[in-house]
């Protein structure tokens, strides 16, 4: 069975400040401890990969490139496929949920419950049935390149891969996901189906209140 390993990116400073943090606006990851991803790549070490995709924002590939770097077997080349993109959130990006909250708390509930509105439309936020549907075509297309029995790794964000997975599994009731968690989608020729969802028991220490900024 065809296995795709998700990955959301580290921890960045924007995570630690509540600020959306969506396609066109990419804080740095903190890796003054490198422990999370080395806890992470020995995690993903046990497991076979044929490819190895990532967002082409910065902090996915950066978080790829510090997981894999720490794999004890030879590492496929990084490819990146633009539908793994986080969601955009247009004119919010960078504003802190507190903030959004306070000034806007009914629009913000609505980006919070994934509704497309006009509202939301006009400060450019990305409509979440197209995000949904670019996800999974991308995983789609990602598993198109793996054999029978092949297994892939992804490294996307929090809000898209939330959206993505419920697009490709039908579960609507997924919760947020923590920084370097990790889920697996198993792909069959009658459909997708989700083996592990935000898997984060190989981190030694995780902040049990963390998720998507831009869900309330």
Known sequence: MKRIFIVRHGKTQWNL???LQGRYADSDLLTDDLTPYQQAAAYLDQYRYQV??????KRAIHTAQLVTDNFTQPVPTLQTNAGLAELTFGDWEGKSKDELVAEQPALFRKLSQR???PELDAIGVENFAAARARFAQAIREIGEQLGPDDTALVFSHGGISQLGIKE???NEHLLGLKNL???IVALRPDGAFLDVYNQTAY???VDLNEGNVSIM
């Open 17 to 19: 400040e509540h600020r």
């Open 52 to 57: 190895v995709f990532a967002s082409p924002i």
């Open 115 to 117: 509704v497309n509105t």
């Open 168 to 170: 490709l599994t039908g």
């Open 181 to 183: 968690s990790t889920s």
């Open 203 to 205: 981190l030694h220490d």
